[in-house]
């Protein structure tokens, strides 16, 4: 099953980019990849997932390397309320399981 | 749409007791999934369901921990006798599977104290 890696932590000021970066050498062609982030005390919260192509909705845009051993989210005007855990997630094929690693702690400042 | 709806939102209870999380997954979805999360270990997939059936209970940390599907609209997590290291949140999610889950909606959790 792929791993994923990403820095413990983060900042970035309200109004700025948030560029959070992933790595997973070690993907499988059909494997997708899945941002998701949790507000402290909340449950985690789907934001955006791609298997090679770009994508983007209303939250996010995901950025995947042409060799899709990494990634990065981008949250283009990062609020306060933007503040929580980010996590990257590589679902191993053939199977529904999300498993979440330790992902990247983002502070948006004032 | 009320979403996944966990209860109790708290449980404190002690030691040696029976303890019952329940959930109610969100309407026309059919797999359905929980986790329990502590600072120490994070967030941990215990069992999942596709259309009621367990598929995958490989998280389950021992035989005291159990997980039901009754039916498509609820579901309940057992855990007999309990201890104080079962202390977390649990959290339940549910999605629409078609092939590829795609988003898990997930509750608000149950904060379990086992004193």
């Known amino acids: 099953d792929a791993k994923t890696t990403q820095p413990p932590s983060m900042d970035c000021a309200e109004g700025r980019a948030a560029n959070l970066p992933c790595n997973h050498s070690t993907i499988s062609g059909n494997e997708y990849v899945y941002w998701y982030r949790q507000i402290h005390s909340q449950g985690p919260q789907y934001i955006i997932h791609?298997?090679?192509n770009n994508e983007t909705n209303e939250m996010a845009s995901l950025i995947i390397t042409e060799d899709r051993k990494s990634s990065t989210l981008i949250l283009p005007h990062a609020t306060l309320r933007d503040t929580a855990v980010y996590y990257c997630?590589?679902?191993?094929?053939?199977?529904?399981?999300?498993?979440f690693g330790t992902g990247t702690r983002l502070q948006v400042f004032p | 749409d009320a979403g996944v709806i966990q209860s109790p939102r708290h449980e404190v209870t002690e030691m040696g007791q029976e303890v019952t999380l329940r959930c109610k997954p969100i309407?026309?979805?059919?797999?359905l999934f929980w986790y329990r999360q502590t600072m120490m270990r994070g967030l941990e997939l215990l069992i999942y369901f596709n259309n009621n059936v367990p598929i995958d209970d490989s998280g389950m940390p021992e035989d005291r921990f159990s997980a039901k599907m009754p039916n498509a609209s609820f579901s309940t997590l057992k855990i007999q006798p309990s201890e104080p290291r079962d202390s977390a949140v649990y959290f339940c999610?549910?999605?629409?599977?078609?092939?590829?889950?795609?988003?898990?909606?997930f509750g608000s959790g149950t904060q379990l104290s086992v004193l």
């Open positions: 791609g298997l090679k």
């Open positions: 309407s026309g979805h059919n797999s």
């Open positions: 997630i590589v679902r191993p094929h053939g199977t529904d399981k999300l498993i």
């Open positions: 999610a549910s999605s629409l599977s078609s092939g590829i889950i795609e988003k898990l909606f």
